[in-house]
């Protein structure tokens, strides 16, 4: 018999190489298992490494399963693929790496980093996503030593790259933020909507917005005199303001701060309004929608809130202890969120003369 060459070197037999550890000892893996019947199950589970029965939920089912996981998306997005597991929707707002007080994370990347760790994540996400599913990527502009970089132009050839379809670029204009001397003020930020087949889930009616004007008529040709607008409301089209009507077909999405219904102690979460939109457009009742940076569970809670199974991975225990809250008050028709119909607050008009004198 041949002699391993540690054996013929009289050397101790080399313990099996250790495999690289996927799932840090205190990752959890929460589950909720509610829908339908009013009943609601939740088990905390520590996993280590994830089981493989993980996802393996596809099944349609009255109660079926969704998790939120705490821990890296890198590392769930391994599993998922491994068990091929596939999202309807995968909506998510990575950190812009504008420098903000995550304590699990640095959010001060050199730009050509951040860039290859999201190629590496959303390459991971196109993996697993639906025949016809979308990808949404909501972001904003990276400032570097006062540089404007809008991150939807840096990250749009990586898209490109996986093959991906860009649907629309949704501008969200919202009133609120810093106010800068040295430039305008920013206030708006993108939302990236990608396919990955032409043949895709685009249900406009449950998001249609009210006409300007419900009751006009055809003039003239055979449709004269009937009433000429849907009933059931307009295109919200690619451009979603709080404005004060400077732009025409504005929706009110005011972003989450001090003293908006939704405000926790997140430094930039989106509002539950917004990702709605998205999820009853491009999901059905019982899809799955994904987010991988899940923050205090905005994504998850909307999709709970329509009855879409939800996914997400969030790094840090408390925005992952309030996604876990939010998601069952969600869940459970309780939680607290800005109504997007409720009207902006409009302030006092200046007269000229004042501003004169
Ligand atoms: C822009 S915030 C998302 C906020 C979220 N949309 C909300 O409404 O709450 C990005 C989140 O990603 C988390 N994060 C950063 N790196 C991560 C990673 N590798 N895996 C999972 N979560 C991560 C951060 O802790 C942060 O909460």
Same mark, same amino acid.
Not at 60 to 84: M, T
Not at 160 to 176: C, D, E, M, Q, T
């Given at each position: 018999?041949?002699?391993?060459?540690?054996?013929?070197?009289?050397?101790?037999?080399?313990?099996?190489?250790?495999?690289?550890?996927?799932?840090?000892?205190?990752?959890?893996?929460?589950?909720?298992?509610?829908?339908?019947?009013?009943?609601?199950? !939740?088990?905390?589970?520590?996993?280590?490494?994830?089981?493989?029965?993980?996802?393996?939920?596809?099944?349609?089912?009255?109660?079926?399963?969704?998790?939120?996981?705490?821990?890296?998306?890198?590392?769930?997005?391994?599993?998922?693929?491994?068990? /091929?597991?596939?999202?309807? +929707?995968?909506?998510?707002?990575?950190? =812009?790496?504008?420098?903000?007080?995550?304590?699990?994370?640095?959010?001060?990347?050199?730009?050509?980093? =951040?860039?290859?760790?999201?190629?590496?994540?959303?390459?991971?996400?196109?993996?697993?996503?639906?025949?016809?599913?979308?990808?949404?990527? /909501?972001?904003?502009?990276?400032?570097?030593?006062?540089?404007? &970089?809008?991150?939807?132009?840096?990250?749009?050839?990586?898209?490109?790259?996986?093959?991906?379809?860009?649907?629309?670029?949704?501008?969200?204009?919202?009133?609120?933020?810093?106010?800068?001397?040295?430039?305008?003020?920013?206030?708006?930020?993108?939302?990236?909507?990608?396919?990955?087949?032409?043949?895709?889930?685009?249900?406009?009616?449950?998001?249609?917005?009210?006409?300007?004007?419900?009751?006009?008529?055809?003039?003239?040709?055979?449709?004269?005199?009937?009433?000429?607008?849907?009933?059931?409301?307009?295109?919200?089209?690619?451009?979603?303001?709080?404005?004060?009507?400077?732009?025409?077909?504005?929706?009110?999405?005011?972003? &989450?701060?001090?003293?908006?219904?939704?405000?926790?102690?997140?430094?930039?979460?989106?509002?539950?309004?917004?990702?709605?939109?998205? &999820?009853?457009?491009?999901?059905? !009742?019982?899809?799955? &929608?994904?987010?991988?940076? +899940?923050?205090?569970?905005?994504?998850?809670?909307?999709?709970?809130?329509?009855?879409?199974?939800?996914?997400?991975?969030? +790094?840090?225990?408390?925005?992952?202890?309030?996604?876990?809250?939010?998601?069952?008050?969600?869940?459970?028709?309780?939680?607290?969120?800005?109504?997007?119909?409720?009207?902006? =607050? !409009?302030?006092?008009?200046?007269?000229?003369?004042?501003?004169?004198?």
């Amino acid at each position: 018999m041949r002699k391993s060459s540690a054996a013929a070197k009289n050397l101790p037999p080399r313990s099996p190489r250790k495999k690289r550890a996927l799932v840090k000892e205190d990752e959890q893996l929460y589950l909720v298992n509610k829908f339908g019947n009013g009943r609601t199950d !939740q088990v905390l589970l520590p996993y280590n490494p994830l089981p493989k029965t993980f996802f393996s939920s596809r099944i349609p089912s009255p109660f079926p399963q969704s998790f939120i996981y705490r821990g890296s998306c890198e590392n769930f997005l391994w599993h998922a693929k491994r068990q /091929q597991q596939k999202f309807d +929707l995968i909506f998510t707002s990575p950190p =812009y790496n504008l420098g903000k007080p995550y304590t699990n994370y640095s959010d001060d990347r050199d730009l050509d980093e =951040y860039l290859e760790w999201q190629e590496g994540i959303i390459t991971d996400c196109v993996e697993c996503l639906e025949e016809k599913g979308s990808l949404c990527w /909501q972001v904003g502009n990276y400032i570097s030593n006062g540089l404007v &970089v809008p991150l939807d132009i840096e990250l749009h050839p990586i898209f490109k790259r996986a093959s991906l379809k860009l649907r629309n670029r949704i501008v969200w204009h919202f009133g609120h933020g810093l106010h800068c001397n040295r430039r305008f003020s920013g206030r708006y930020e993108v939302v990236l909507w990608y396919t990955k087949a032409d043949d895709y889930k685009f249900n406009l009616d449950p998001v249609r917005i009210p006409s300007k004007y419900p009751k006009k008529k055809h003039f003239k040709g055979p449709k004269k005199g009937q009433v000429s607008s849907n009933p059931l409301g307009k295109n919200p089209t690619d451009v979603w303001s709080n404005d004060d009507g400077a732009i025409e077909d504005v929706w009110d999405i005011p972003n &989450v701060k001090h003293n908006h219904a939704e405000k926790t102690d997140h430094p930039c979460q989106f509002p539950v309004g917004l990702v709605t939109r998205f &999820v009853r457009a491009l999901t059905d !009742q019982n899809d799955a &929608v994904f987010d991988p940076f +899940l923050g205090v569970g905005t994504t998850a809670a909307a999709a709970a809130m329509w009855k879409r199974r939800f996914f997400g991975c969030e +790094l840090n225990k408390e925005y992952f202890n309030h996604a876990r809250t939010r998601i069952e008050l969600a869940a459970n028709g309780l939680l607290q969120f800005r109504d997007p119909d409720k009207p902006i =607050y !409009q302030p006092p008009q200046i007269s000229s003369e004042a501003i004169a004198s």
